[in-house]
């Protein structure tokens, strides 16, 4: 941890401080920003002043677990110290940033329960949500880890090539395949290239792609046959534990490109349309003024809401990546949460716009990477059309 850049932020930021509260736990941001580890099940407070040494306010029965920490450690035992010790801390700190999302419209971030926040407010305390604070020092990759995401990037498009060829050559043969089958296949080719993933990936074909969060197991799965739409969607890093994802997801057909439905071919011109003006957005903003992730998210849905495809959009257009897949930073997302969050450069994030039907769904996503230069697309080459297996 590094005060000094924290304390930097602050004043840049007019904050006084911030202050990590937590109990049990449940606020994963101080946990892991503060590095504790083991069972932590005792109210803590840990409060980093714009200017000066740090304070932890904690229990006797976990102080061992702040003693790596910086600054002053006050033993409180019951909740009577640890609120008149708190009230001494903020004394003369106006404007504090928490854990603390205003209306609940940033979930991820609002951790800090309600009564811990009327308690820091009745001292007189303006409350900042520490939003863009974590984003800036939890989910900005460091050049390493851009190193490995860039390397992850370029295995998962080499794989995802090998998996519609291990579909086509099993169609071409008669012999029999399933979405299970395709799935095993990926995770065999993952670990050929050192790769690791926590769940998935996924392929799914014509209704069950109407399903973003369709699973094929061992015991659930549908053949793959000729004439069908498949869609396989896919994410990995390396093994290390700073490794970054890359994660894709690719639209074919098994058959020749003039059997596509037209019906298949316009909407995912669509999608590969509101994916282009996603980062059109972000080419034409980013560096000459702040951008944040529900204004990409308005530029994307705003193509498949424009083309009538509206209501078949039913989640974010992307999520950020980090050593999680779903990592802590921005979210590109208007319509699921309010992600006011900046886009920093060290930011990662997908760009993943979907129409989803009974009978069929499509998507496409990508992967971009904010950088002092600009966005960079990082898993090319951009799918343009669907692509045909014959």
Not at 15 to 23: E, K, M, V
Not at 313 to 323: A, D, K, M, N, Y
């Amino acid at each position: 941890m590094d005060i000094q850049q924290v304390q930097a932020y602050l004043k840049e930021r007019g904050f006084d401080g911030w202050l990590l509260a937590d109990f049990h736990g449940r606020n994963d941001v101080a946990v892991a920003f503060l590095k504790l580890t083991g069972i932590v099940t005792r109210r803590s407070f840990y409060f980093i002043p714009a200017v000066g040494e740090p304070t932890a306010l904690v229990n006797p029965i976990e102080v061992e677990k702040f003693k790596h920490l910086p600054g002053d450690k006050i033993i409180c035992r019951g909740y009577k110290k640890l609120e008149s010790e708190l009230k001494q801390l903020l004394d003369s700190h106006k404007r504090v940033a928490m854990e603390y999302s205003p209306l609940g419209r940033l979930p991820y971030i609002g951790l800090v329960e309600a009564g811990t926040i009327e308690l820091v407010k009745s001292y007189g305390v303006e409350i900042i949500s520490s939003a863009d604070l974590v984003a800036s020092f939890q989910a900005r990759l460091t050049d390493r880890q851009i190193e490995a995401h860039h390397k992850a990037a370029a295995d998962l498009i080499r794989i995802k090539n090998g998996a519609f060829a291990f579909i086509a050559e099993a169609l071409n043969k008669g012999s029999n395949i399933n979405e299970y089958d395709v799935c095993r296949f990926i995770l065999d080719a993952f670990e050929k290239n050192e790769l690791t993933t926590q769940f998935g990936p996924n392929c799914s074909v014509d209704a069950n792609a109407g399903n973003p969060h369709y699973e094929p197991t061992q015991s659930i799965r549908t053949p793959i046959k000729k004439g069908q739409l498949i869609l396989i969607d896919m994410w990995a890093k390396d093994k290390s534990a700073d490794g970054v994802y890359g994660d894709i997801t690719w639209m074919a057909f098994a058959g020749t490109k003039d059997e596509i439905p037209e019906r298949y071919r316009r909407i995912f011109e669509i999608l590969a349309k509101a994916r282009d003006t996603a980062v059109a957005f972000l080419k034409e903003n980013i560096g000459t003024r702040e951008v944040y992730g529900y204004e990409v998210d308005d530029a994307c849905r705003g193509v498949v809401e424009k083309a009538g495809f509206g209501d078949y959009f039913t989640h974010r257009t992307g999520h950020s990546i980090t050593s999680s897949e779903h990592g802590p930073g921005p979210n590109i997302d208007n319509l699921e949460t309010e992600d006011r969050r900046l886009l920093q450069p060290g930011h990662l994030f997908s760009i993943e716009p979907g129409i989803y039907y009974e009978d069929c769904g499509f998507r496409t996503e990508i992967n971009v990477l904010i950088t002092g230069h600009g966005p960079e697309v990082t898993t090319l080459p951009l799918q343009t059309e669907i692509t045909a297996l014959f």
